[in-house]
């Protein structure tokens, strides 16, 4: 009777062990699983973070900056602007700048206006050394009505851009090339003396060029406006 009782003891413990390890193996393959998903995790975020800091660096690559002073085309007698030019070029080290207004747009802000994209058309073909050449030949390519710098506004208030430096006769701003970006202000849209006028320019790649001065007291046809 005792001895069957001991072999009847020891089976029960021998299948006691055989679960426990089988408990085991399901818990380490358990965590086995957990670890390879959590490092797969762990890969896809690095991944994700790398291209995130790879996509911020090509959208800082591809900023314009302004490239000297703003000027404008001034009506003594009545002291407003009739239109203003910004001249930019690319960041050192920058990538190029696609400027076809089908894929770049242009918001002017005033004292009481906001159009949302002003932005006509580019003159690619040669360099414009006044905003007036600029002008007329954005009247005949029609991108506006009338030349605002011979002293007749446009219908509505419009940009155009120009070269100063054309390499390639594009719409593309590379490296090396100056352009302007010039607006034609309608009659009823001419921005008088003290009043602040906001441009931004909106890019395929890259953070919007925000352009904000006050005009000046205008006394000249020619205005600096910083």
Known sequence: MKLQRKGMQHSHRGVIGVESAIVMIAFVIVAAALAYVVLNMGFSTTQKTKQAIVASSDEANAAMIIAGKVIGSGDINAAKL????????????????????????????????????????????????????????????????????NGTSPNETKAIFYFNVNRNNNFILDQGEHGMFAIAFSISERPQSLEVIRLEVILPTGAPLTIERTVPNISSVIVDLG
């Open 82 to 149: 009739n239109a203003t030019a910004i001249p930019v070029k690319i960041i050192s080290g920058g990538e190029s700048i696609n400027l076809n207004p089908a894929n770049a747009a242009i918001r002017y802000i005033g004292d009481s206006i906001d159009h949302g994209n002003i932005y006509a058309g580019a003159l690619t073909d040669g360099t414009y050394d006044t905003m007036a050449s600029a002008f007329q030949a954005a009247v005949t390519a029609g991108y506006i009505t009338s030349n605002p710098v």
